[in-house]
T-cell receptor
């Protein structure tokens, strides 16, 4: 069966520090991978998605970047964090881009920038 | 992106009551998904719907894919305290990898 792992679960970082969140998927190949951010009590905002190694699409301009160095690995990064980067970050995967496939989420990372 | 209107935004109900929430869009979707998110956790898929008119159950949960393909409904029967959480609908189009659009969520509180 497929599983998705996301870490760390919580992170407190000072303003101006770098960021690296990692997500890995097991039990499938060539998944679509996604990074979302969720403000407290709000919906999901899509940040990046990837359909393959090295292929990254950005949905919103921001202080963050994403990379996919391996088929089942997706990394969210920042060189210098801002206070506004605080939030709950979720990694997700789905199989293929055709309709009828579900998306599955990791446990999330609570990032607090202080 | 596509706009999904989810209602109600929040609900406070007594344990044992039934719950209904819905999601509507101006666009047609090929798949509807319903998720539940508990505090500090990622959303968990509850029900997936693939055909217009489809009615699918998962325990006390029942969801329907609207005939027009522009809406979906989720019902929870005989609510219990562990039903507390935020419920999200998501509609999936056919085109491209960026094809899943989420509603804004319904926050459910169950009063024992």
């Amino acid at each position: 069966s497929q599983t998705i792992h996301q870490w760390p679960a919580t992170l407190v970082q000072p303003v101006g520090s770098p960021l690296s969140l990692e997500c890995t998927v097991e039990g499938t190949s060539n998944p679509n991978l996604y990074w979302y951010r969720q403000a407290a009590g709000r919906g999901l905002q899509l940040l990046f998605y990837s359909v393959g190694i090295g292929q990254i699409s950005s949905e919103v301009p921001q202080n963050l970047s994403a990379s996919r160095p391996q088929d089942r690995q997706f990394i969210l990064s920042s060189k210098k964090l801002l206070l506004s980067d605080s939030g709950f970050y979720l990694c997700s995967w789905s199989k293929g881009s055709w309709y009828g496939t579900e998306a599955f989420f990791g446990q999330g990372t609570r990032l607090t920038v202080v | 992106g596509q706009q999904l209107n989810q209602s109600p935004q929040s609900m406070f109900i007594q344990e044992g009551e039934d719950v209904s929430m819905n999601c509507t869009s101006s666009s047609i979707f090929n798949t509807w998904l319903w998720y539940k998110q508990e505090p500090g956790e990622g959303p968990v898929l509850l029900i997936a719907l693939y055909k217009a008119g489809e009615l699918t159950s998962n325990g006390r949960l029942t969801a329907q894919f609207g005939i027009t393909r522009k809406d979906s409904f989720l019902n929870i029967s005989a609510s219990i305290p562990s039903d507390v959480g935020i419920y999200f609908c998501a509609g999936q189009t056919q085109t491209g990898a960026n094809n899943l659009f989420f509603g804004t969520g319904t926050r459910l509180t169950v009063i024992p």
